[in-house]
């Protein structure tokens, strides 16, 4: 029952823009923290952004994204997003929607293909 979807990779030139968004169902999705994470070919899955419950909630990020992404969420909409500007190549990774429920236990998206290349 407990989904997360995530849309919104592709291919994108070096300095462009993408917005993911992982839309969860099956869960509260308004008591949930959630998160972004990346796994690039051949490196381990890091974390990129999180954000805590509650309206606008409290954000972090990985030092490498600071500045450049911004994840934000409509609860009314059960959607979290990552705005990814100025993107480089180093960014390429399949990205990964995640949530810990009330209770503790983290879910996971299939994931979404970002690829930055000229």
């Known amino acids: 029952q407990v989904q997360l979807v995530e849309s919104g990779g592709g291919l994108v030139q070096p300095g462009g823009s993408l917005r993911l968004s992982c839309v969860g169902s099956?869960?509260?999705?308004?008591?949930?923290?959630m998160s972004w994470y990346r796994q690039a070919p051949g490196k381990e899955r890091e974390l990129v952004a999180d954000?805590?419950?509650?309206?606008?909630?409290?954000?972090n990020y990985a030092g490498s994204v600071k500045g450049r992404f911004t994840i934000s969420r409509d609860n009314a909409k059960n959607t979290v997003y990552l705005q990814m500007n100025s993107l480089k190549p180093e960014d390429t990774a399949v990205y990964y929607c995640?949530?810990?429920?009330?209770?503790?236990?983290?879910?996971w998206g299939q994931g979404t293909q970002v690829t930055v290349s000229s």
């Open positions: 995640s949530a810990t429920s009330h209770w503790g236990i983290m879910y």
């Open positions: 099956g869960f509260t999705f308004s008591s949930a923290a």
């Open positions: 954000i805590t419950s509650g309206i606008g909630g409290s954000t």
